[in-house]
């Protein structure tokens, strides 16, 4: 796949910050745009709301993008605490983004979705990816509406849009973007500031999770893979382990014995509650190689290695 111009919605993010670092390490700085609704010293940088279309069309069309990563979104626990916002950022800052992709012949627009489609409904082991998505919060309705308005433009603008179901997500060069498992990344640097944690969802809450840059690699392998190739487009699972705050408490005291945790799960129980153990991700390992490199133990270890280097213990 030839990049020309690559805008990335939502670059101030989890995800985008370092969507951003990586492909500008393998297509070039100058060929990347980055948008978001905060401040930002960076010649690259468009202050851009994606729920305003004109200037959204306005910048498509003027810097001639190619490939769109949308990743402009509102996560589950914010959303929950503010509806109305996960709402317009979520369903009409996608709908603008589709359409001036459509409008100015876009070639691909990427849009991740979540776990969070899943709900109480879902089988809750090695969930496929054909299986019930009625989704309690609103953050995962919008995702079930983006799965399905993505596809919409497949089919009836021949637009390319792809998407994968983003598990939890673990990094340590960016802070927690407002969701239920933001736990993890929490506790993990908790330890490595030698201070405890207090968790908010229960010992025992088993989910699905990836480490960031598996993720990353991801993103850009579906990116890459034949369009022809592709049976499913916008709804591919991605996992690459799963565990519980117990079991991630007792990993990081391998390196930290006097590390200790107390659970006093909040609103964000319910939420994981309703979300399945684990995925199925076999139809992204057929359709487009998905391969995942670090498994839950060399995940911990190496968040635990680069935060000693940032906090200096």
């Known amino acids: 796949m030839t990049f020309e111009k690559i805008l990335i919605t939502g670059a101030l993010g989890q ?125 995962g309705i919008t995702k079930v509406f983006a799965e399905q308005l993505g596809n919409y433009y497949q089919r009836k603008f021949s637009l390319d849009v792809r998407g994968v179901r983003f598990p939890g997500l673990i990094s340590y060069k960016s802070p927690p973007g407002g969701g239920t498992t933001d736990y993890a990344i929490e506790m993990i640097i908790s330890a490595v500031r030698k201070q405890n944690y207090t968790c908010f969802l229960r010992e025992d809450t088993v989910l699905p999770m990836m480490y960031m840059p598996d993720a990353l690699e991801a993103i850009l392998k579906l990116s890459e893979a034949p369009l022809e190739k592709l049976i499913h487009h916008t709804d591919f699972n991605l996992t690459s382990f799963s565990f519980s705050p117990k079991e991630l408490a007792h990993e990081i005291s391998n390196y930290y014995p006097e590390f200790s945790v107390i659970y006093k799960p909040d609103f964000r129980q319910e939420i994981a509650d309703s979300w399945p153990e684990s995925l199925d991700a076999s139809a992204a390992r057929r359709e487009w190689g998905f391969a995942p490199k670090y498994n839950f133990k060399e995940t911990v270890k190496d968040m635990i290695y680069h935060l000693q280097e940032i906090y200096g213990h």
């Open 15 to 139: 995800i985008g910050s370092e969507l951003d670092q990586y492909l500008s390490e393998i297509f070039g700085r100058d060929r990347i745009i980055i948008s978001d609704i905060k401040e930002k010293n960076d010649p690259r940088y468009k202050k851009i709301d994606v729920t305003d279309f004109n200037s959204l069309n306005f910048l498509v069309e003027k810097y001639k993008v190619d490939t769109i990563y949308h990743l402009a979104a509102i996560l589950s626990a914010t959303g929950e605490k503010y509806p109305d916002l996960a709402y317009r950022v979520n369903v009409d800052g996608l709908h603008n983004v589709l359409e001036a992709a459509r409008i100015n012949k876009v070639s691909q627009v990427f849009i991740p979705s979540t776990i969070g489609v899943f709900g109480p409904e879902t089988p809750r082991r090695n969930v496929p990816i054909e299986t019930i998505t009625r989704p309690t919060t609103l953050y």
